[in-house]
């Protein structure tokens, strides 16, 4: 019988049935894995038979209780996270068995040292470039390491047969994804920005993988009828917005919500958690599973990389495809990699697509939603009056 926090009859309803359902889970007998990255090859914890979840912050709730070990000028994300694994105030912290991180970010490097006095936490030394065999060599042999350091957490035997069924059933769950958010291309898009955002969002919070994929062809197919049956939830003169940066789970309501509101349609993700992570497959035909995840995931274009050309070299792709008027940067506050990158996506976006552009900085709080209202509002504005914003 597995304990609930002592605090858990303070928790809301939603919070209450978080916990009850991983504990559930876990009394199944199931193990449960928490990551924080899109680098993390989830393959190989579903492979030790484990449900991996995403355990990044997404509430400024714990953000105070975190800055007692953590500087205030710090991303929320990574204070957030913190302060959930040391509050016990999410169900998928408190019931992981393991935690696997990446050296993406130096907050989230050095936040996963005092992570690791609270959780069993390994930490994948993740490359700062793309390049060079060395690269590809050291990414490969991590792969390798997280097995072993998941077979010693679990008390378990993962073989390349477990990997390569993984393998598959990751990409039916990629397709099914990429087919839903590929209905924002139809123009107008058969989607809402919010609908596109909550399926992504809230499918990996989903831990019966059947039941997700057949969620996902159902809600799919009846997205498709109703935009054949012509009820179309978005007006086919709205400027199509692109949004990229940082991850916006906790700031969804404050971005795209206000976007929404403001005039604009939201038709493309480029974040973890959307495009980013979905869009390239694992090589189901390669033989070797440890290749095939390593060129999957050393791939992915995140500004932890120095010379992140795959980033744009997606977004160029994207814009086209989604048939874009507009790109919205989105930086978490102290985000220095997103920060530094925003002036290559907006040379690109300015003088290469001849696209409008706009950078927005901000945090877990509401108290900037009115002055991004306003900012969406005039940048809004300006695309339909065909001003490029430079
Ligand atoms: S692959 S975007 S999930 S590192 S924590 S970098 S917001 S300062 S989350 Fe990320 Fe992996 Fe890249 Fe995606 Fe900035 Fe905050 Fe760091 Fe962040």
């Known amino acids: 019988m597995m304990n609930l926090p002592d605090k858990f009859e303070s928790f809301n309803e939603a919070r209450r049935t978080g916990f009850i359902k991983a504990k559930e889970l876990k009394e199944s007998g199931k193990k449960m894995v928490g990551v924080f990255c899109t680098y993390t090859p989830v393959e190989i914890p579903m492979a030790a038979g484990a449900v991996t979840v995403g355990v990044c912050g997404v509430s400024e709730e714990p953000i105070p209780e975190a800055e007692k070990v953590l500087p205030r000028n710090l991303c929320p994300l990574i ?4 302060g959930h694994a040391i509050t016990d105030t999410c169900p998928y912290f408190y019931f992981s ?5 990446e050296t993406t970010c130096d907050g989230k490097k050095k936040m996963y040292e005092e992570l690791g006095k609270v959780k069993p936490t390994h930490v994948m030394h993740l490359p700062n470039m793309q390049r060079g065999e060395y690269t590809y060599k050291l990414w490969k042999e991590e792969m390798k390491i997280l097995k072993e ?10 073989s390349e047969e477990d990997i390569k069924e993984a393998i598959k059933d990751k990409n039916e769950e990629r397709r099914l994804l990429k087919e839903y ?20 969002y809230q499918s990996g919070f ?6 997700l994929k057949a969620e996902l062809r159902k809600l799919i197919d009846s997205m498709k009828q109703r935009y054949e049956e012509g009820n179309c939830p978005v007006d086919k003169d709205k400027p199509r917005i692109l949004i990229t940066g940082s991850p916006i789970g906790g700031i969804s309501e404050k971005i795209i919500k206000t976007i929404e509101d ?40 995140c500004s932890c990389m120095m010379h992140n050309d795959n980033r744009v070299e997606m977004l160029d792709r994207l814009v086209d495809e989604y048939q874009v008027d507009g790109v919205i940067d989105v930086v978490l506050q102290a985000c220095h990699t997103f920060n530094v990158e925003s002036y290559r ?6 003088n290469k697509k001849n696209i409008p552009y706009m950078a927005i900085e901000t945090d877990y709080s509401k108290s900037d939603t009115e002055q991004l209202r306003t900012r969406f509002e005039a940048f809004i504005e300006m695309i339909e009056d065909g001003v490029c914003v430079k």
């Open 79 to 82: 204070k957030s996270s913190y």
């Open 97 to 101: 068995d393991m935690l696997i991180g």
């Open 149 to 158: 350091e998941t077979e010693k957490a679990l008390g378990v035997t993962i």
């Open 181 to 200: 958010y590929e209905l924002a291309k139809l123009k107008p898009s058969a989607l809402t920005g919010m609908e596109l955002h909550q399926v992504l």
């Open 206 to 211: 989903k831990f019966d993988r059947n039941e």
């Open 262 to 301: 403001s005039g604009a349609s939201i038709v493309a993700y480029e974040l973890c958690g959307a495009i980013r992570n979905n869009d390239l497959l694992v090589d189901e035909e390669n033989e070797d599973v440890y290749d095939a995840l390593t060129q999957k995931y050393i791939s992915i274009g």
């Open 345 to 350: 996506i907006k040379e690109f976006m300015n």
